[in-house]
Every structure is written in structure tokens, then in C-alpha cells.
């Protein structure tokens, strides 16, 4: 069974078609990569994955691990095993960084009727996995994400990927914002991440992404369908010629 | 001549709430004489109402109707039931003051304890000597009804340089239904002492009752003083608190107070800062569900120059739940070089909801920095969205928005176990909700 099915998946936003009857399957532990113009889609994809409030699927379906996941609520796809590291992760004043990170932890696991995390067990984690992505212990006091650079934000959301251990990664235009140093500490979180179990979604804009992340497959997104798929190749070869033949194929 | 004689909403005589409670309060003949002026004021005021600026939003003559006659004495039943309800709220390491139904209980107080370092008697002892207690320059009806009324409290003198060794709490107990209790307390604290004073307002089972509390508190200078207010009164009951305060020279007063309770409530604090160089934090939360309203009314005086004020307030409705903050900060002519602000928010987590925000300023000086900022609105989505991506539930992911909103006046709270004390509170609020 694929871990993910998007079949023929059509989507509104405010009366207007933004997906025209996607179809796209990754399986345990594969990388995919999904890039395309803007406009294309990618971004309404994800957060339909995610389930983000503000999106009409008309038509299609969505299986996880062969579940209809547009039935379940956001925090259900959560514990289920779906995460998506946002393109602009927000900041929430107030709300320290570690007391999110526990009582979404614990949310998840209390989901799956797992034991909840006691706070030393917990502290422990936390300490080991932001020693391994190279996150200083200052920032997991401040508020989440509130004045942190672009590169830190997008650690912080790796930081959550290595803590919740999900079956798929939603990465949306993860470069977006970040100088090359920032890319490639964020990117070598998310290497160290992939599993014969768990599968990559990575969405962008750009080839370069894709040298630190490689991909098995290649989805060219345009107009709201997937247009093409192809290996690793397929990028490159996006890279020399863009994006302009794939307009009218769409 | 024909007087007419005034009537409650509900057909009694007004007059009857004094007549009937005459005998039972205390005080000398000029204490009485006093009262019965008061009493006066307040037949000819009757209870506020929209038309009265001060009151616009709060009209008790439309939420609370009529003031209920005087609450008995608390009976050996009801004490009993007061001294297990005292040992649930009271805070560690505070040295308790109790009222139960209006009146001083001694038994469940720790007299002996503070008495070691405070000059401590109650209302009751002091108006055989002292009719100035009951005399206030406020023209306000509900405060002259408190001063005709008023059957107990605490009279409280801290001595110049004392440095208190533990908080003192005077904890207001309600057990007795359908009634009204009054009480009026004097705090003076002396030059250079420290001090953290704490009110608590509880029920004990009691319904539908009203309390009319008075506080009037002066600070002399170099002082450092924290008072906090935690008002959880009864879903059905009214409780309606006023605050003198006056603050000396070079004196530090952080005030708090935290609102989770009555049907109506209102705190109108009236706050002078009467010597140069002190610096007032007073902050709030109030936390209404259901069909509460809840009111804070305060009143800050920078009558002479170089102080600060800084106010931070919160509040978070949910329902048909209606908040209401009036501040206004006053800057006299001379008070040249103050620095006040102002700061209130009110989260509504529902579309029924209402929060009215009304911040003045009255500037008559011109070398003063002053501003005050107001806001109500609803919670992020984007934030909602983020918190529910990782796993958190709904009223969870509010939860933690809300603790977020809150805290930031909840985080003014100096003293650290007081403030985690109050953290507590708010807790305990939204785990009611979910």
C-alpha cells in the first residue's frame, strides 16, 4: 500500500479552481521532489494535505497509509503521522518554545494512545535532538520562533520533524529565504531524518534545493496538475530550460 | 408635604435596607450619624445607572436590580463550613485575615502570628473611636452605601521600615445565599516597609449573594508594596470593590488583579501618586464566560511630577460574557516628567461576546510622556492553524494562545510564587472550557 494517494484531486479557493485533478503516490521512504512555477499549485497542495481551513476539495480523494485523511481534522493527520514544515513559520509571542514542543508531543502521542512524556524523559530528548541539528538550548527558551532569523526558523521546524517522528515530511519551498550556509545546515537536518520508513514531500521553486536534498522522483507541477514526473534528471534539465514549456502542456 | 418613598426594582422600600440592619451595625453615636448620612446619599443617588458617565457600562440598575438586605452573622454551621472552604484557599506561607458573610473571624485568622509585626484590629473595634474610617471624598453611590453598611473588615498598620516576613491574606468568605455583606478595610503602611497584601473573594456554596468591598490603602515613602486581588465569587453573585489608594515618595506598588468569577463584578480603583519618584505596575486579567460582566474602572493620579505608571490589563470573553475596562490616567499641572501608559486587550473567543475599552488621558502638564493603546479581537488563525498542524487539539491550541494572551500582564506579578500562583488561575480556566 502507498503511504500517500492523492487521486484526482480537485480544489477551490474562493470559487476559483486552484488544482484541476492532481494525482500523485509516494511511497515509504521515498523523496520526492514537486516544483513548478508560481502559481502552479504547490503550496495549495500542501496545505491540503495538512488540512488547512479555506480550501474546497470538490472532487478526489486523499488516502494516508490507505486512510481518507480529508475526514480527519488537522491534528488527527498530525498524530496519524503527517507533517509539514511551513514555508513561513509563524511566531507566537508568549509561548515558550519548549512548552510547545511538549504539549504537541504529548498531544500526538495521547492521539495514539501512547504514554505521555514525563518532563525529564522529555528534556532529554529535546536536548539530544537539538545537540544534533546544532540548536543552542537559549533558543528553545524564547518564544516559538519569535525573533528568530529565517534559518532558524526553518532548524526549529526540523527540530519538531526529528522530535514527532512522522511517516511523511511536507517540506514547502524550504529554501525560501535562506542564504546558502542556513540551506545547508536545514537540509542536512532533513538527510539525517530519512528512513527506509519515512518519506520526503520536498516542494520548490528551485533546483538548488535539490542538491542537498536529492529526490528520487520529480514531479513538474503546472496549472494545477502534475504535468510530468521523471528522476533526478528532470531537474537539471527544468534548470537549463524552465518552466515556459510546460505552460502550454498544461 | 408628601415624600414618596423610594422603591427597589423588585417593590421593596429602600429605605428598609438600613432600618432593618440599624441595630446590628457597628460604631459609636457619631459613627452612626455618619452612616445615617451616607445612607442618605445613597437613597437620593439610588444605584448607578448608564446615565452616570463613571457607569455607562455598567448599569446595575438593569443587571443587579436592587442591593439584597443584610447577610445574619455566620453561625457556628456556617464557620465550619468557612474554615475548610479557608484551608483550600488559602495561600502557603501567608498569614490568613478572614471574613466570613461580613464579619472578622477570629478563629480562622492568624491573629497571634501577625500581630508579632503589624498593628492589627478590626473595623468593628475601630468605629467605637474612629467615625473617620467610614468617610471617603468619593460622591460615588455604591461607596456611600458601603460606608452606611459596612459591619467589618481589617485595620491594618504596618510600621515605618517593617519589612513583612510573609504575605498577608484577607480572604472574604460568602456562605449565606440571598444576602448582601459589606466590608471596609484600612491598610497603612509605613515609610520604607514592605509588604504583600492579597484579597481573595470566594464563595462557600452560597448563590445569588452580593458583596460591597471597600479598601482604602496608604504607602508612605521608599515603600515597596505588592497587592493582589483574586476575585472568584459565585457565577450568580455581584461583587462590587472600590480602592483608595495613595502613594508616597519613591515607592514601588505592583497591583494585580485577576477576575474568574460573579455574574457582575466591578473593581473601580482610584490610585494617587501623591510623592515624586514612585513607580505604580497595575496590571489585570479578567477571565468571563456565560452571561458575566465584569468591570475594572481605574483611576490613576500623577499629582506631582516624576512617577511612572505602567498598565497592563487583559481580558478574554467567552460566550455572551461582557468586559469592560475604563482607565484613566489624570497628570496634573505640576506633575511635569510623568510617565504613564497604558495597555488593554480583549481576546473574544466568540462572536456574542463583548469588550468595551475606554482609555483617557487628562494631561495638564506638557513635559510628560503618555499613551495608552486599546484592542479586541479574536485569535490568530495563522497561529491556530500552526498549533493544530503539530498536534494540538482545538480548545488545546486556544489554550495555549490564551495562556500566551494573558500572560503577558500576568508576567508584571513580581513576587515569583504569587505569580505562578495566578498562572495557576488561568489554568485552571481554560481546563474548565475544554
Same mark, same amino acid.
Given at each position: &500500500?502507498?503511504?500517500?494517494?492523492?487521486? $484526482?484531486?480537485?480544489?477551490?479557493?474562493?470559487?476559483?479552481?486552484? +488544482?484541476?485533478?492532481?494525482?500523485?503516490?509516494?511511497?515509504?521512504?521515498?523523496?520526492?521532489?514537486?516544483?513548478?512555477?508560481?502559481?502552479?499549485?504547490?503550496?495549495?497542495?500542501?496545505?491540503?494535505?495538512?488540512?488547512?481551513?479555506?480550501?474546497?476539495?470538490?472532487?478526489?480523494?486523499?488516502?494516508?497509509?490507505?486512510?481518507?485523511?480529508?475526514?480527519?481534522? @488537522?491534528?488527527?493527520?498530525?498524530?496519524?503521522?503527517?507533517?509539514?514544515?511551513?514555508?513561513?513559520?509563524?511566531?507566537? @509571542?508568549?509561548?515558550?518554545?519548549?512548552?510547545?514542543?511538549?504539549?504537541?508531543?504529548?498531544?500526538?502521542?495521547?492521539?495514539?494512545?501512547?504514554?505521555?512524556?514525563?518532563? @525529564? $524523559?522529555?528534556?532529554?530528548?529535546?536536548?539530544?535532538?537539538?545537540?544534533?541539528?546544532?540548536? @543552542?538550548?537559549?533558543? +528553545?527558551?524564547?518564544?516559538?520562533?519569535?525573533?528568530?532569523?529565517?534559518?532558524?526558523?526553518?532548524?526549529?521546524?526540523?527540530?519538531?520533524?526529528?522530535?514527532?517522528?512522522?511517516?511523511?515530511?511536507?517540506?514547502?519551498? &524550504?529554501?525560501?529565504?535562506?542564504?546558502?550556509?542556513?540551506?545547508?545546515?536545514?537540509?542536512?537536518?532533513?538527510?539525517?531524518?530519512?528512513?527506509?520508513?519515512?518519506? &520526503?514531500?520536498?516542494?520548490?521553486?528551485?533546483?538548488?534545493?535539490?542538491?542537498?536534498?536529492?529526490?528520487?522522483?520529480?514531479?513538474?507541477?503546472?496549472?494545477?496538475?502534475?504535468?510530468?514526473?521523471?528522476?533526478?534528471?528532470?531537474?537539471?534539465?527544468?534548470?537549463?530550460?524552465?518552466?515556459?514549456?510546460?505552460?502550454?502542456?498544461? | 408635604?408628601?415624600?414618596?418613598?423610594?422603591?427597589?426594582?423588585?417593590?421593596?422600600?429602600?429605605?428598609?435596607?438600613?432600618?432593618?440592619?440599624?441595630?446590628?451595625?457597628?460604631?459609636?453615636?457619631?459613627?452612626?450619624?455618619?452612616?445615617?448620612?451616607?445612607?442618605?446619599?445613597?437613597?437620593?443617588?439610588?444605584?448607578?445607572?448608564?446615565?452616570?458617565?463613571?457607569?455607562?457600562?455598567?448599569?446595575?440598575?438593569?443587571?443587579?436590580?436592587?442591593?439584597?438586605?443584610?447577610?445574619?452573622?455566620?453561625?457556628?454551621?456556617?464557620?465550619?463550613?468557612?474554615?475548610?472552604?479557608?484551608?483550600?484557599?488559602?495561600?502557603?506561607?501567608?498569614?490568613?485575615?478572614?471574613?466570613?458573610?461580613?464579619?472578622?473571624?477570629?478563629?480562622?485568622?492568624?491573629?497571634?502570628?501577625?500581630?508579632?509585626?503589624?498593628?492589627?484590629?478590626?473595623?468593628?473595634?475601630?468605629?467605637?473611636?474612629?467615625?473617620?474610617?467610614?468617610?471617603?471624598?468619593?460622591?460615588?453611590?455604591?461607596?456611600?452605601?458601603?460606608?452606611?453598611?459596612?459591619?467589618?473588615?481589617?485595620?491594618?498598620?504596618?510600621?515605618?521600615?517593617?519589612?513583612?516576613?510573609?504575605?498577608?491574606?484577607?480572604?472574604? %468568605?460568602?456562605?449565606?445565599?440571598?444576602?448582601?455583606?459589606?466590608?471596609?478595610?484600612?491598610?497603612?503602611?509605613?515609610?520604607?516597609?514592605?509588604?504583600?497584601?492579597?484579597?481573595?473573594?470566594?464563595?462557600?456554596?452560597?448563590?445569588?449573594?452580593?458583596?460591597?468591598?471597600?479598601?482604602?490603602?496608604?504607602?508612605?515613602?521608599?515603600?515597596?508594596?505588592?497587592?493582589?486581588?483574586?476575585?472568584?465569587?459565585?457565577?450568580?453573585?455581584? !461583587?462590587?470593590?472600590?480602592?483608595?489608594?495613595?502613594?508616597?515618595? !519613591?515607592?514601588?506598588?505592583?497591583?494585580? !488583579?485577576?477576575?474568574?468569577?460573579?455574574?457582575?463584578?466591578?473593581?473601580?480603583?482610584?490610585?494617587?501618586?501623591?510623592?515624586?519618584?514612585?513607580?505604580?505596575?497595575?496590571?489585570?486579567?479578567?477571565?468571563?464566560?456565560?452571561?458575566?460582566?465584569?468591570?475594572?474602572?481605574?483611576?490613576?493620579?500623577?499629582?506631582?511630577?516624576?512617577?511612572?505608571?505602567?498598565?497592563?490589563?487583559?481580558?478574554?470573553?467567552?460566550?455572551?460574557?461582557?468586559?469592560?475596562?475604563?482607565?484613566?490616567?489624570?497628570?496634573?499641572?505640576?506633575?511635569?516628567?510623568?510617565?504613564?501608559?497604558?495597555?488593554?486587550?480583549?481576546?473574544?473567543?466568540?462572536?456574542?461576546?463583548?469588550?468595551?475599552?475606554?482609555?483617557? %488621558?487628562?494631561?495638564?502638564?506638557?513635559?510628560?510622556?503618555?499613551?495608552?493603546?486599546?484592542?479586541?479581537?479574536?485569535?490568530?488563525?495563522?497561529?491556530?492553524?500552526?498549533?493544530?498542524?503539530?498536534?494540538?487539539?482545538?480548545?488545546?491550541?486556544?489554550?495555549?494562545?490564551?495562556?500566551?494572551?494573558?500572560?503577558?500582564?500576568?508576567?508584571?506579578?513580581?513576587?515569583?510564587?504569587?505569580?505562578?500562583?495566578?498562572?495557576?488561575?488561568?489554568?485552571?480556566?481554560?481546563?474548565?472550557?475544554?
Amino acid at each position: &500500500m502507498a503511504l500517500l494517494e492523492v487521486k $484526482d484531486l480537485k480544489v477551490r479557493v474562493e470559487e476559483r479552481e486552484i +488544482l484541476h485533478g492532481l494525482n500523485l503516490t509516494v511511497n515509504e521512504g521515498e523523496i520526492h521532489a514537486i516544483m513548478g512555477p508560481n502559481g502552479s499549485g504547490k503550496s495549495t497542495l500542501s496545505h491540503v494535505i495538512a488540512g488547512k481551513p479555506g480550501y474546497e476539495v470538490t472532487d478526489g480523494q486523499i488516502l494516508f497509509k490507505g486512510e481518507d485523511l480529508l475526514e480527519m481534522a @488537522p491534528e488527527e493527520r498530525a498524530a496519524k503521522g503527517v507533517f509539514l514544515a511551513f514555508q513561513y513559520p509563524v511566531e507566537i @509571542p508568549g509561548v515558550a518554545t519548549m512548552t510547545f514542543l511538549r504539549t504537541a508531543l504529548n498531544a500526538q502521542r495521547k492521539a495514539r494512545g501512547e504514554s505521555e512524556y514525563s518532563t @525529564p $524523559d522529555f528534556l532529554k530528548k529535546v536536548r539530544e535532538v537539538s545537540k544534533s541539528l546544532n540548536i @543552542p538550548q537559549d533558543m +528553545l527558551k524564547r518564544g516559538v520562533n519569535v525573533g528568530f532569523s529565517g534559518g532558524e526558523k526553518k532548524r526549529n521546524e526540523v527540530l519538531q520533524m526529528a522530535l514527532f517522528e512522522p511517516s511523511l515530511c511536507i517540506l514547502d519551498e &524550504m529554501d525560501s529565504g535562506l542564504d546558502i550556509d542556513a540551506l545547508r545546515i536545514a537540509a542536512d537536518g532533513v538527510n539525517a531524518l530519512h528512513s527506509p520508513k519515512r518519506a &520526503m514531500v520536498v516542494i520548490t521553486h528551485y533546483q538548488r534545493l535539490l542538491n542537498y536534498i536529492v529526490p528520487d522522483i520529480v514531479h513538474v507541477m503546472s496549472k494545477g496538475r502534475v504535468v510530468k514526473s521523471g528522476g533526478k534528471e528532470l531537474a537539471l534539465e527544468l534548470e537549463a530550460s524552465g518552466y515556459a514549456q510546460f505552460e502550454d502542456a498544461a | 408635604m408628601n415624600v414618596a418613598v423610594a422603591k427597589t426594582g423588585k417593590g421593596r422600600a429602600v429605605s428598609d435596607l438600613f432600618t432593618s440592619a440599624e441595630g446590628r451595625l457597628p460604631g459609636s453615636p457619631s459613627v452612626i450619624a455618619v452612616r445615617r448620612e451616607a445612607f442618605e446619599t445613597y437613597e437620593r443617588l439610588g444605584l448607578p445607572h448608564r446615565r452616570i458617565e463613571e457607569w455607562k457600562y455598567t448599569d446595575l440598575r438593569a443587571l443587579v436590580g436592587e442591593v439584597l438586605p443584610l447577610s445574619a452573622a455566620p453561625d457556628a454551621a456556617a464557620l465550619k463550613r468557612a474554615a475548610d472552604a479557608v484551608k483550600v484557599h488559602a495561600i502557603a506561607g501567608a498569614r490568613k485575615l478572614v471574613l466570613v458573610d461580613g464579619v472578622f473571624a477570629s478563629d480562622l485568622s492568624d491573629v497571634k502570628a501577625l500581630a508579632s509585626e503589624v498593628g492589627f484590629g478590626t473595623l468593628r473595634e475601630a468605629l467605637e473611636k474612629d467615625a473617620d474610617l467610614l468617610k471617603t471624598a468619593s460622591t460615588d453611590a455604591v461607596i456611600a452605601l458601603n460606608a452606611a453598611m459596612a459591619t467589618d473588615g481589617v485595620v491594618l498598620s504596618i510600621a515605618d521600615g517593617t519589612q513583612l516576613s510573609a504575605p498577608i491574606q484577607i480572604i472574604h %468568605l460568602a456562605t449565606a445565599a440571598s444576602a448582601s455583606a459589606f466590608t471596609r478595610s484600612r491598610v497603612m503602611v509605613g515609610k520604607g516597609a514592605r509588604a504583600t497584601i492579597i484579597e481573595s473573594f470566594v464563595a462557600v456554596g452560597a448563590k445569588a449573594y452580593q458583596v460591597n468591598d471597600a479598601v482604602v490603602l496608604s504607602i508612605g515613602d521608599n515603600a515597596d508594596v505588592a497587592h493582589i486581588r483574586l476575585m472568584d465569587d459565585a457565577p450568580d453573585a455581584v !461583587n462590587i470593590s472600590s480602592h483608595f489608594v495613595t502613594v508616597g515618595a !519613591n515607592t514601588k506598588l505592583n497591583f494585580f !488583579n485577576m477576575t474568574t468569577g460573579a455574574a457582575v463584578s466591578r473593581l473601580q480603583g482610584f490610585i494617587t501618586l501623591a510623592g515624586e519618584g514612585s513607580e505604580l505596575s497595575a496590571n489585570g486579567v479578567n477571565l468571563l464566560q456565560k452571561t458575566e460582566h465584569g468591570d475594572t474602572t481605574l483611576v490613576v493620579d500623577h499629582a506631582v511630577p516624576n512617577c511612572v505608571s505602567r498598565e497592563v490589563f487583559r481580558a478574554v470573553l467567552d460566550d455572551r460574557a461582557h468586559s469592560v475596562f475604563q482607565g484613566r490616567i489624570i497628570v496634573r499641572p505640576d506633575a511635569q516628567k510623568t510617565d504613564g501608559k497604558m495597555m488593554i486587550r480583549a481576546l473574544l473567543l466568540s462572536d456574542e461576546a463583548e469588550a468595551d475599552n475606554k482609555p483617557e %488621558l487628562e494631561i495638564f502638564a506638557d513635559d510628560v510622556s503618555c499613551g495608552h493603546g486599546a484592542t479586541a479581537g479574536a485569535l490568530d488563525d495563522s497561529l491556530l492553524f500552526y498549533l493544530k498542524a503539530r498536534g494540538l487539539p482545538e480548545k488545546q491550541a486556544q489554550a495555549l494562545l490564551i495562556q500566551a494572551f494573558v500572560g503577558e500582564a500576568i508576567e508584571q506579578i513580581a513576587d515569583d510564587g504569587l505569580r505562578e500562583h495566578v498562572i495557576g488561575i488561568a489554568e485552571r480556566w481554560l481546563e474548565r472550557r475544554q
